[in-house]
C-alpha cells in the first residue's frame, strides 16, 4: 500500500484534462433547428437559473466556411453585422428566412460573474412544400368493384416525404421519399364514401390533399357510358339518313318514269247544233299539234 501510494502517477493529470475536457464538449448539445423559406425562426436560450446575463455574443457557420460574429447583446445596447436579426437577452430570431441562413448558430454567454456558457443551433431552411397533387387512373369498373391507381406528387426541390392514409381508419399505408408515390385500390362499389389522403411533409411543414376514391368511379362510370349513349345515337342517325335517302331516290325514280311516259290522248266534247236537230253531239278527238292547235278528226 505505502509503495503503491507513493509512486507516481503522471497519466492521471492527463487524463483529468481529457475528462475535462469530454465533459465540456459534451455540455453543449446542437440543437435542430427547421426553418421555411420566407418564415421566421426563433434560438430560445435556455439559460440556468440564477443566471444575470450581461451579454450575448451569436456567431454563425456555414458547413466548413469559418465562423463569423452575427449579433451581440449587452446591457447598453444590441450590434447586428447581418440584416433580418432581432435579439433580446434569451432569443435571437431571424426574420425572412434564406437558403443560405442555413448552418450553425452559436450562443456565447456571460454574466455578472463572468461565468461563460454555450448554446448551439443548427438551423437547415426547407422550400416551402406546396399542396400535393394527386392523379387518377381508373384500371376496371364493375357492378361489384373499381379498381383505380393513385399517384402523388411534390416538387423535389421541397424535400418532402410521401405518406398516403386512408382516412376510414386513420393508419398510414407507407411512406416513400420519392417525390411521387403510388396506391392501388379496389374499392366496392357498395361502399358510397372510400376517401385517402396524401400528406406531404418535411421536418418544418406539412400539407395535405383528400380524394373520395368512391366519387372517382363514379365518374369514371359515368364517362365510360358515354361511348354507349354516343355509338347508339350515330346508328339511329345513320339509320334515318338512310331511310331519307331511300325515300329521296324513290320519288326521283317516280318523277322520271313519269316524264318519259307518252302523253295520253286527250279528248274534249264539242257540241255542234245543228239547225234541224238542236240536241245532236259530236265528240272529235283533239290531238295536240306542233304549232298548239288542234285539228278535229271525223
Known amino acids: 500500500m505505502g509503495q503503491l501510494s507513493g509512486r507516481r502517477c503522471p497519466f492521471i493529470p492527463q487524463l483529468l484534462v481529457v475528462l475535462l475536457v469530454t465533459t465540456g464538449t459534451a455540455a453543449i448539445k446542437t440543437k435542430p433547428v427547421s426553418g421555411v423559406l420566407g418564415d421566421s425562426v426563433q434560438f430560445p436560450l435556455q439559460l440556468n437559473p440564477g ?3 450581461t451579454r450575448v455574443i451569436w456567431s454563425f457557420k456555414a458547413n466548413a466556411s469559418k465562423k463569423i460574429e ?4 449587452n446591457l447598453k445596447h444590441c450590434k447586428y ?3 433580418r436579426l432581432k435579439l433580446s437577452n434569451d432569443t435571437l430570431q431571424i426574420s425572412a428566412l434564406e437558403l443560405s441562413d442555413s448552418g450553425v448558430y452559436e450562443a456565447h454567454i456571460t454574466d455578472q460573474s463572468t461565468q461563460v456558457e454555450e448554446d448551439s443551433f443548427n438551423l437547415t431552411v426547407y422550400e416551402p412544400i406546396p399542396v400535393p397533387l394527386i392523379q387518377h387512373e381508373i384500371l376496371s369498373y364493375s357492378a361489384q368493384d373499381c379498381s383505380i391507381t393513385l399517384r402523388c406528387f411534390v416538387p423535389a426541390g421541397s424535400s418532402a416525404q410521401i405518406t398516403w392514409k386512408d382516412d376510414n381508419t386513420s393508419n398510414a399505408l407507407w411512406r416513400h421519399s420519392d417525390n411521387s408515390h403510388v396506391l392501388h385500390l379496389t374499392v366496392p362499389t357498395s ?4 376517401t385517402y ?4 411533409r418535411n421536418p418544418a411543414q406539412e400539407q395535405s390533399k383528400s380524394v373520395n376514391v368512391a366519387e372517382l368511379c363514379v365518374q369514371e ?4 357510358r358515354w361511348p354507349i349513349y354516343l355509338a347508339v345515337l350515330v346508328v339511329v342517325l345513320g339509320a334515318l339518313s338512310i331511310a331519307l335517302y331511300l325515300m329521296k331516290r324513290r320519288r326521283r325514280k317516280a318523277a322520271d318514269r313519269a316524264a318519259t311516259s307518252p302523253e295520253e290522248p286527250m279528248y274534249s266534247q264539242v257540241q255542234n247544233r245543228d239547225e234541224q236537230d238542236p240536241n245532236r253531239t259530236i265528240y272529235s278527238e283533239v290531238r ?3 304549232d298548239g292547235t288542234g285539228w278535229p278528226q271525223d
Open 221 to 224: 362510370a359515368r364517362r365510360w
Open 81 to 83: 453585422n447581418r440584416q
Open 191 to 194: 361502399m358510397p364514401n372510400v
Open 288 to 290: 295536240a299539234g306542233r
Open 70 to 73: 452575427v449579433a451581440e447583446y
Open 51 to 53: 443566471l444575470n446575463v
Open 197 to 200: 389522403t396524401c400528406v406531404a
